[in-house]
């Protein structure tokens, strides 16, 4: 179930980068970045009211919480930026490789209290058919 929920992600992933890679290139990565983002806050808001979730005290939470909010939006914006110059294909290529390296290392080492799992050689298969493919975008 969650490696399809998983797969669906990357599905919408994908279109919303496009989606949102065109309406950068009419006008301008800000502020389809910022339609994005008000977008997103009234879907979530809509949703937490219908199923009458119970609203938190944002001086409750965590400072380091926040963090994701800001990565979002410089994720968008640094995409918005790509896709016109760089093509939606090689900027998922690209973003997943630098996902591939970040998510290893928090595995291996257990950052941010998750589980450790350790790195196996294995995986540099995976790494190097993302890497050979990526080069292939490039140059051919």
């Not at 965590?62 to 939006?73: D, E, T």
């Not at 690209?94 to 950052?111: E, K, M, R």
């Amino acid at each position: 179930m969650y490696k399809g929920l998983a797969l669906k992600s990357g599905v919408l992933l994908a279109m919303m980068l496009f989606l949102n890679g065109m309406l950068g290139g009419v006008i301008g990565p800000y502020y389809s970045n910022l339609i994005f983002h008000l977008i997103g806050l009234l879907l979530i808001c809509m949703i937490a009211v219908i199923r009458k979730n119970q609203w938190v005290k944002l001086n409750e939470i965590p400072k380091m919480f926040f963090l994701p909010g800001i990565l979002s939006a410089l994720i968008v914006l640094l995409n918005n930026i790509c896709i016109p110059k760089l093509g939606i294909t090689l900027v998922v290529g690209i973003s997943l490789f630098g996902q591939l390296i970040v998510s290893n290392l928090i595995d291996h080492y257990g950052l941010f209290e998750m589980e450790v799992k350790r790195f196996k050689k294995e995986k540099l298969v995976g790494f190097s058919i993302i890497l050979v493919g990526m080069f292939a975008m490039l140059f051919l």
